[in-house]
């Protein structure tokens, strides 16, 4: 696809862009769609120079990439039958996001 600039002759190509689809796997059914510039974060992924990119990947830049690893670990986690849990400095617990104090 070829956006005309209306100025002129002049003629740009948009941007290579990723789909992100997120789609309910009961029914089949996309429950949120984006289209956008990916092109972008995989540059500013490719110009980190500082230290921490020896231990970075394109995941750190681009959410949505990020998002995609997220729900595979959602996904095994609910298949697991684990239950969350997390136990904070005060005594207190959180399971299944519920905070439940000590007694």
Known sequence: MVQTVPCGSTSITPPPTSSFRLIDATTGRVVFELDYNAQHYQRLYQSDFT???????????????????AIEIFEERAASGRVAFSAEVDGSA???????APR
Do not use: C, K, T
Not at 51 to 69: H, I, K, P, T
Not at 94 to 100: A, F, N, V
């Open 51 to 69: 230290a921490a990119a020896a231990e970075q990947d394109l995941s750190d830049w681009d959410f949505f990439v990020a998002l995609q690893g």
């Open 94 to 100: 959180q399971i299944q996001g519920q905070r439940h």
